[in-house]
Every structure is written in C-alpha cells, then in structure tokens.
C-alpha cells in the first residue's frame, strides 16, 4: 500500500511538472537537430533548432520521482482516489486549451 | 532501419489500441448473459485485468519508438506541415506529444489502479483513467497516421 500510493504521487505530480514545463518552457535538456546531440540548457547553448519535449519528459519524471520520496505515507493514504483521474482530466483539458492556437 | 522503426511503432500501436480500447468497454459495461451475447457485448464482455500488464508495456515500447523518431518527424515532416501551411496538423502533432508524455507519466497510477484484488475505492478512478488513456491512444494513432499520409492527402 506504501508503494501504491508512491506511484500514484509519482504520477499526479510529473503530470503537473510536465504541464508547467510546456506552459513555461521549462526545459534543463535540449536535443539539437543540426548536431544530433543532447544540451544541458543551463550551461551550452545549443546553436540550431532543438526539441524540448525530451527535457519536459525528463524534469517531470525527475520531479515524480521527488515528490514521491518526500511525501509521507500518511498524507499520500488520505490522498482521494478521485485524484487520480480527475487531475489528469484537468491535465488534458489544459493541453487542449494551451494548443487550440494551432486550429485558429 | 527508420522506416523499419516506424512500421513496428505503427503495428505495436495498433495492439495497443485494441487491448486498451477492450479493457475500457469491458470495464465500464456490465457483462450480459451468454445467450443474450452480441458481437459487442462480447468485445466488451472480456475480463479487463487481463489487459492491465500488456497495455503498460506496449505503452512504453511505443512511447519509446515514437521518442527515437520524434527528431526525424522535426526534420521532414514538421517543415513540410510549415510549408504548406497545415497548423491544424502541427497542433495535431504538439496534443500528440503532450498526451504521450502525460500517458506514459500516468502509467504508475494507471498500475496501481488495476492491481489485484481489485480494490473497490478505485473504481471509479480505474474507469476514468482507462478511458483517459485509451482517448490519448486513439488521438496518437489516428493523428500519427493522418501524418505518415500527409502529402498524399494534401498534395
């Protein structure tokens, strides 16, 4: 039950992260097309186009992992089990909303 | 060996589908009697904790073909999308994105949900969650096909 409800942290919390990371461009690793190679963003900065989408990834799973250690079992137990489709719902409604600029 | 990539992510995709689609309808509809059986209330009449396991792993081979792609989509197909002035279809493609990080980071809870025994203050969030998935499966196959097809719909 410890770890159930660890994973469920894990998921609530990256889903969060990874939608503050797209919204606010949030990203500690680019991948550059032209090199085919990865970017740390805080110390290089990658010269041509890049794709975020592997740093939004990697910081909300990071995030997860986090959030799952630092709960304490007693507070992830009284977490609703609602919660865990409700806050991905809002998570995809966010999404559509975010990028309705493209069908405009 | 891309192109090879891109026909096993599309294939394994398609499994992933059916098996998610399968376990929402047999999660959310209550199973009939045998005699009353149609071909529906048979597709969803299957035992939906069968599917739990195979759909975390096929998720996650998926996700992780579609991430070793996902550079050569930027190069060939993103301008090509610019070029022609497609916005709709690049949208398509940044909601594809979104919901295969979302999915694959919702995927602990996703197992959690469906452990055995099944524990009955889940239920709901079983339901919800399953459905939420299988919707992002469905928006990431269908647009994902819709861009391999591209420039023959849009020639």
């Keep these: ?104 | 060996m891309l192109m090879a990539l891109l026909i096993v992510h599309g294939l394994l995709a398609v499994a992933l589908l059916g098996a998610i689609t399968h376990q929402a309808l047999a999660a959310s509809v209550p199973r009939t009697e045998p005699r009353t059986r149609s071909f529906f209330a048979r597709f969803r009449g299957t035992d939906a904790t069968a599917y739990a396991g195979a759909v975390v792993g096929l998720f996650l081979v998926v996700a992780a073909m579609g991430a070793v792609l996902y550079p050569r989509y930027r190069l060939a197909v993103r301008p090509l999308l610019q070029t022609m002035d497609l916005r709709a279809a690049n949208g398509a493609f940044e909601l594809k994105e979104h919901f295969a990080a979302l999915g694959l980071l919702l995927l602990p809870a996703y197992w959690v949900s469906w452990r055995q025994p099944l524990a009955p203050e889940y239920d709901a969030a079983r339901i919800g969650l399953t459905w939420i998935l299988t919707f992002m499966v469905w928006w990431n196959f269908v647009v994902g096909q819709l861009l391999v097809a591209i420039k023959g719909l849009f020639p």
Excluded: N
């Excluded at chain 1, 990874?18 to 990865?38: N, Q, V």
């Excluded at chain 1, 995030?63 to 709960?71: F, I, K, L, N």
């Design chain 1, 1 to 104: 039950m410890k770890h159930q409800g660890r994973l469920i942290v894990f998921s609530l919390a990256a889903g969060i992260v990874y939608t503050l990371a797209y919204y606010f461009d949030w990203s500690f690793l680019r991948y550059d097309l032209g090199e085919s190679r990865f970017y740390f963003s805080a110390k290089e900065t990658s010269p041509g186009p890049s794709i975020l989408w592997y740093g939004w990834l990697a910081l909300a799973a990071l995030a997860g992992v986090v959030g799952a250690c630092a709960v304490p079992p007693r507070l992830t137990a009284r977490l609703s089990p609602d919660l865990i489709w409700l806050v991905p719902m809002l998570l995809i409604t966010t999404a559509l909303i975010y990028e309705m600029r493209w069908f405009m």
